[in-house]
C-alpha cells in the first residue's frame, strides 16, 4: 500500500497534496477556491484518481494521517469514543468493541482485504458517504454522534443526520470527521445486549456490499426491547429503518411479526440496478438478510 500511497502522490492527475499537522492548519493550508479531499488511509481516493474522477485543476489533497490525537479507541464510563483516522483492522479486534457494539466488530472484520482493512479508516468510510458503507448501518443502530472541526470550531452531529445523497454529506469544505462518539446502551436485567451486521456481495467475504443489515438490540430469548435497525446499498443513504424498529419493539418474535416486518421493508427501500447488482435482486434478498440477522440475535 505504500506503493499506492506514492502512485497518488506521484500521479499526474494528482491534485495538490498538502501535509497538515494540526486540524487548525487545514483551514489556514486550503486555498479557498479548492474542494478539498482529505487523505486518511487512501482506499478510497487512490481508485477515485487513478479512475480520474477527482478534478485535479479544482481540488487538493488534504493528508491528515498525521495529525495528533484522531487515531485510537477509548472506552469512557457512558460511551466509546473511537479516533476518525482508527483502522478497521483496529477496531475489529478491540475489546471494548467486541463487547458495546458487536455488530461494529463483524463490520469492520467485513471490510476489505486484510491490506485495505489496515488502512482504511473509519473517518473515511463515513466521509466518503457511499451507501454501502459498511461501518455506517452499525453507526446508525448506536446512534452514534460524529464530532466534526472546522474553519467554525467545533460541533456534534447525530450521524443519520449528515448524509444527503450517494458520496454527499453535509460538511463544509474544511471540515473533517474528528472522532465517531457512541453511546453504551445499557440493558435492563435478564435482557442482553445483541448486536449484528450481515451483508451479501459477489464473494462471501472481502467486497463491498449489494445489500447489508444492521441490528442491535435488548433481547431476552425471542422478546426484542430497545432495537434499532438500518440497511445499506439499498437506498441513495443508509437507511435508519425506524419504522422497522419499532414494529419489533417490546414484542415477541414471530414467523407473523416477520412478515409484517418484511412488508415494512419492501415499502422503506428504494434500490437501483447498478454494475454490483440489480434492485429485483436487493428488494428480494433484503428481507431475507433481515430474517438471518434476527435469528442470529434472538437464538
Ligand atoms: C479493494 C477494496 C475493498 C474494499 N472493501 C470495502 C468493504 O468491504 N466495505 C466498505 O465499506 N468499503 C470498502 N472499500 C472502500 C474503502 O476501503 C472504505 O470506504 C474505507 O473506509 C475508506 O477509508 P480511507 O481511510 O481509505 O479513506 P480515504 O480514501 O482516505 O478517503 C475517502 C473519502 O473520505 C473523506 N475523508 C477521509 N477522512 C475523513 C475525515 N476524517 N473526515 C471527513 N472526511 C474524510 C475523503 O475526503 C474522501 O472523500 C474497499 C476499497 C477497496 C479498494
Request: aromatic residues 6%.
Amino acid at each position: 500500500m505504500c506503493g499506492a500511497l506514492y502512485y497518488i502522490t506521484m500521479s499526474p492527475f494528482t491534485p495538490e497534496y498538502i501535509k497538515v499537522r494540526t486540524v487548525s492548519e487545514i483551514r489556514e493550508k486550503i486555498p479557498g477556491d479548492k474542494k478539498a479531499y482529505f487523505l486518511a488511509g487512501g482506499t478510497d481516493l487512490m481508485c477515485y484518481i487513478r479512475e480520474g474522477l477527482i478534478d485535479s485543476e479544482k481540488s487538493c489533497l488534504v493528508d491528515i494521517s498525521k495529525i495528533d490525537g484522531l487515531n485510537g479507541i477509548e472506552e469512557e464510563t457512558d460511551r466509546i469514543v473511537i479516533g476518525a483516522m482508527t483502522t478497521f483492522r483496529e477496531i475489529s479486534e478491540n475489546e471494548s468493541i467486541k463487547k458495546w457494539c458487536p455488530g461494529l466488530a463483524l463490520a469492520a472484520r467485513s471490510i476489505g482485504t486484510p491490506q485495505i482493512a489496515n488502512r482504511a479508516t473509519i473517518g473515511g468510510n463515513i466521509g466518503n458517504a457511499s451507501p454501502s458503507g459498511d461501518s455506517i448501518p452499525s453507526l446508525i443502530t448506536h446512534n452514534a454522534v460524529l464530532k466534526i472541526a472546522g474553519s467554525s470550531g467545533e460541533r456534534e452531529v447525530d450521524i443519520s443526520g449528515i448524509f444527503t445523497g450517494p458520496k454527499k454529506t453535509i460538511l463544509a469544505n474544511a471540515e473533517i470527521i474528528t472522532s465517531v462518539l457512541i453511546p453504551k446502551l445499557k440493558v435492563k436485567d435478564g435482557s442482553a445486549l445483541r448486536g449484528t451486521f450481515i451483508k451479501i456481495g459477489g464473494r462471501k467475504s472481502h467486497i463491498i456490499s449489494k445489500a447489508s443489515v444492521a441490528v442491535l438490540a435488548a433481547v431476552a430469548g425471542r422478546d426484542i426491547g430497545t432495537v434499532n435497525v438500518a440497511f445499506g446499498a439499498v437506498g441513495p443513504v443508509v437507511i435508519n429503518a425506524e419504522s422497522v424498529s419499532r414494529i419489533l419493539e417490546n414484542n415477541t418474535v414471530t414467523p407473523e411479526l416477520m412478515e409484517k416486518c418484511a412488508v415494512e421493508i419492501r415499502r422503506i427501500i428504494s434500490p437501483i440496478d447498478d454494475f454490483r447488482s440489480s434492485a429485483a435482486y436487493r428488494r428480494e434478498v433484503l428481507p431475507l438478510l433481515f430474517a438471518r440477522a434476527m435469528d442470529e440475535i434472538t437464538g
